[in-house]
């Protein structure tokens, strides 16, 4: 067994003891009254299992200040709102090397079940969040309805979205990437973010700490669990691995960037003490934070979370040499492949092909960062692609497709984000041929916030690739997917004006999927 040392020991130790429900000795801070609020960023739940569910909160006082001693906190888990059927409660340590973060790891707890919890302060009590587990492996289940969202960039645009989202009776939302942007104030902004670029971990807390101050999207927290993953503008835009991407002046040491962003990433969410997998101050050498998983809900579904930036290879060809992504002509790259080259990375790909083979759900879903379908953006014979995404990586999706039908893997369902546009398509073999089977189908989504450059190409790309059946390329919101044994359904909700902080809802399109048949049927 490999040793860690002392420092990786402690702050492991720490991680674990955050996380931990058990009763642990108060500290005086856990019994004195603020005089503000502790939890002004909220509370959220997520990783949810048939028995077990994480809790979170972050506190934030100008008390505490740079205080190193850990802070007790309380928590309560209830069947009611009012807190009068208590399941469980216990204490917690909010660490100051985590942000006096907390991290509880709710276990014992009853199968598809509803919850009600809270955090307790001195007299300082959190906003009331609402959470649930999943059914039992092997429960018969009649139905999930599960939101999709990305890429909500806090200059550009509110959070309506969200306030929309909360009327949308949801058992879970699944988050695909870019919660915060690591971009410095840029001109005419929709409202301005502070500092410059985010490179430091403080950089990265206090950027946490802005968008977790939005009203729409912590009560889009507190509504129901949280599935989980990132894409690069958690780190750096474009960044592949170990290698930095292509925004700002580059750094002396990008390996602790990363480690930085990363730490701050779990500070931040609902996610297990095991995701760091050797412990917190192992990330500042290139250690793994693990964050891909598979979930079931009962026997309708299984979620497999992934994550395409960790372990992901440079993008080939970029322009002039450059770091991170461009569009090209593939003709013109003789890395572009190459099959040794991937975009989850080696052990990623042999988990995700040994879960496949163990798919026994009626319905499968990926939950993954980008759009996996080839899109063409020049029209004629000659192509142009972009090589950040699959298209980057055809190996690699070949692979993944091929996985797919060698485990004759049931209804598999690809969802993405990070293109900011809705793309709506069927999921190809070989997308060299033209009557190449469909294997699945994939909804990549639009964007919270973030702005892209609108529609006037979208009709002739749709055109020049024709395995997609609707792309919108300038409408914000998020989509909707409800599972039923027999079919899915998915709506691609959108809001009005993503400038105007109460803007409407409307639903943009609807599509549905018959068990069984990977064909999309728009309604």
Not at 47 to 65: A, F, H, I, K, Y
Not at 224 to 250: F, I, K, M
Not at 366 to 380: E, I, K, T
Request: net charge neutral; with cysteine; hydrophobic share 40%.
């Amino acid at each position: 067994m490999t040793k860690l040392d002392p420092a990786r020991r402690r702050l492991l130790q720490l991680a674990a003891a955050s996380a931990s429900s058990l009763w642990l000795p108060r500290s005086a801070w856990s019994q004195a009254s603020l005089k503000s609020d502790p939890f002004t960023l909220g509370v959220a739940s997520g990783s949810p299992t048939q028995d077990s569910v994480v809790l979170w909160t972050r506190l934030l006082s100008e008390q505490l200040g740079q205080r190193r001693e850990p802070v007790t906190v309380r928590w309560e888990v209830a069947h009611d709102q009012q807190f009068s059927r208590i399941v469980q409660s216990g204490q917690a340590q909010a660490l100051a090397e985590l942000a006096h973060s907390v991290h509880v790891e709710v276990a014992g707890l009853a199968p598809d079940r509803w919850y009600f919890y809270r955090f307790m302060l001195g007299d300082a009590v959190s906003a009331t969040g609402r959470t649930r587990t999943f059914p039992a492996p092997d429960a018969m289940v009649a139905r999930m309805r599960l939101a999709y969202a990305s890429c909500q960039n806090w200059q550009q645009g509110y959070y309506s979205a969200y306030r929309h989202m909360q009327g949308e009776n949801l058992d879970a939302v699944l988050f695909l990437g870019d919660y915060i942007y690591e971009y410095p104030d840029s001109s005419n902004p929709v409202r301005p973010v502070s500092g410059g670029w985010v490179v430091t971990l403080d950089d990265y807390r206090q950027r946490y700490a802005l968008h977790k101050s939005d009203p729409d999207l912590q009560a889009m927290h507190q509504a129901c669990p949280w599935l989980l993953t990132w894409d690069d503008h958690e780190v750096q835009n474009d960044y592949a691995g170990l290698h930095e991407g292509r925004s700002g002046a580059a750094v002396p040491d990008f390996a602790a960037r990363r480690a930085a962003a990363y730490q701050a990433y779990y500070e931040h969410m609902p996610l297990r003490a095991a995701v760091l997998t050797r412990a917190v101050a192992g990330l500042a050498s290139g250690a793994e934070m693990r964050i891909y998983s598979r979930l079931h809900f009962g026997r309708l579904a299984s979620f497999y979370l992934l994550d395409a930036r960790q372990y992901k290879d440079p993008q080939a060809c970029t322009r002039d040499g450059q770091r991170g992504s461009s569009t090209l002509d593939p003709a013109g790259c003789a890395a572009w492949t190459d099959p040794g080259r991937s975009m989850l990375g080696a052990q990623q790909e042999r988990w995700l092909d040994a879960e496949l083979g163990r798919a026994g759900r009626q319905w499968n879903v990926l939950g993954q960062q980008s759009l996996l379908g080839q899109r063409d953006f020049r029209p004629g014979p000659s192509r142009r692609l972009w090589n950040d995404g699959w298209d980057g990586y055809s190996a690699a999706r070949t692979r993944l497709t091929d996985s797919q039908r060698k485990h004759a893997v049931n209804n598999a369902v690809v969802l993405g984000g990070d293109v900011h546009e809705n793309w709506v398509g069927h999921i190809k073999a070989d997308y060299g041929v033209a009557a190449s089977p469909a294997v699945g189908v994939e909804f990549c989504g639009t964007s919270i916030t973030s702005r892209s450059g609108g529609n006037e190409k979208t009709a002739e790309r749709l055109a020049e690739n024709p395995h997609f059946v609707f792309a919108d390329a300038e409408r914000k919101g998020y989509g909707v997917v409800e599972l039923t044994p027999g079919r899915l359904t998915t709506s691609l909700r959108v809001v009005s004006d993503v400038r105007q902080p109460h803007a409407t809802l409307q639903t943009l399109a609807s599509f549905t999927v018959q068990a069984g048949r990977p064909v999309l049927e728009k309604e």
